[in-house]
């Protein structure tokens, strides 16, 4: 359960090569890789496979229409999210205005920085600026590569893989950065998602795999070179772009369990904004996480 575009890749391979599943009782299996983002998501709500990482807006607004799934875990920030566009064409996203832009529409990516736009920017989307969908953060990079649309909305490693097909490919606009400066607010982005089924068959599980992918993201980013050559070939790119993306720090991973008070509060301050904002139906409770925070016995005397 990946998407073969995306960064997923960079830590099932890892995970693959160090089992850091099984040092906590765990095995994690991936049964298929995805090109669509849309079918991602659907395949997980329909049960097909029980462990997902996706934005977590996505899971929330899943999970508030009843599908049975508690987040785990955060992995990264929106400040992954970018706007790129070629040289010689927009220079900032303000640029955009009466122009297209290639984005994934069934995505959080894609409702969240519709929601900076109108904001911060005055531009309302398929008013101020056309929308074409395409199915994967891959396809936004492709279809500005082709000159099909002026901007793509896309994620690293795909920033990186473009750049180096096309050197003139750059990045216009930050979703995090400008939602950062605006708002006051850092807003957590993927997160790891399990059905409850799965807690349910296996006690416990919840804990172990945050602990397994929290050991995961953290020998990534020590070893970002081993990362990259043990995706590469997967992910049919170049070691070298995906050591671009880490280099230049437009892919940073920052783990945090839901059993980590600081990230529980980060979570619901976020999803409150979110709520707030429109982008979220409503906002969500602690019954969204699925690894409980147990607050320390204290003992005095």
């Known amino acids: 359960m990946t998407l073969a575009t995306g960064f997923n890749v960079i830590l099932n391979e890892y995970m693959a090569a160090k089992r850091f599943d099984l040092k906590h009782g765990v095995n994690i299996e991936v049964i298929n890789s995805y090109v669509s983002v849309t079918n991602y998501y659907n395949d997980f709500t329909a049960g097909t496979f029980e462990l997902g ?38 220079k900032t996203v303000n640029d955009l205005r009466g122009k297209t832009l290639a984005a994934t529409l069934s995505s959080g990516a894609y409702r969240v920085t519709k929601h900076a736009l109108s904001a911060f920017h005055n531009m309302a989307a398929d008013k101020d600026y056309k929308v074409q969908n395409t199915e994967s953060p891959a396809g936004a990079v492709a279809m500005v590569l082709g000159g099909s649309t002026e901007g793509g909305l896309t994620w690293e490693p795909n920033v990186s893989v473009g750049m180096e097909r096309e050197p003139r490919l750059t990045t216009i606009y930050n979703t995090g950065d400008d939602i950062k400066k605006n708002a006051g607010i850092a807003l957590p982005y993927f997160g790891i998602a399990l059905r409850n089924e ?23 980013m020590a ?8 995706s590469a070939d997967k992910m049919k790119v170049s070691q070298a772009a995906l050591l671009a993306a880490f280099t230049s720090k437009r892919l940073v991973f920052k783990p945090t369990s839901m059993d980590n008070p600081v990230g529980r509060e980060a979570l619901l301050k976020a999803a409150d904004y979110l709520a707030k904002n429109g982008v979220l139906e409503k906002t969500v409770g602690p019954d969204f996480f699925g690894v409980r925070y147990t607050a320390p016995r204290y003992g005095a005397y």
């Open 53 to 90: 990482i996706g934005a977590w807006d996505t899971w929330a607004a899943r999970y508030l229409a009843g599908v049975p799934l508690k987040l785990i875990s955060t992995v990264t920030d929106y400040d992954m999210l970018y706007v790129v566009a070629m040289q010689g064409g927009p």
């Open 223 to 230: 070893n970002p070179d081993e990362a990259a050559k043990l």
């Open 198 to 220: 799965a807690e349910k068959r296996s006690p416990g599980v919840s804990k172990k795999l945050s602990q397994a992918f929290d050991d995961c993201v953290r020998g990534v």
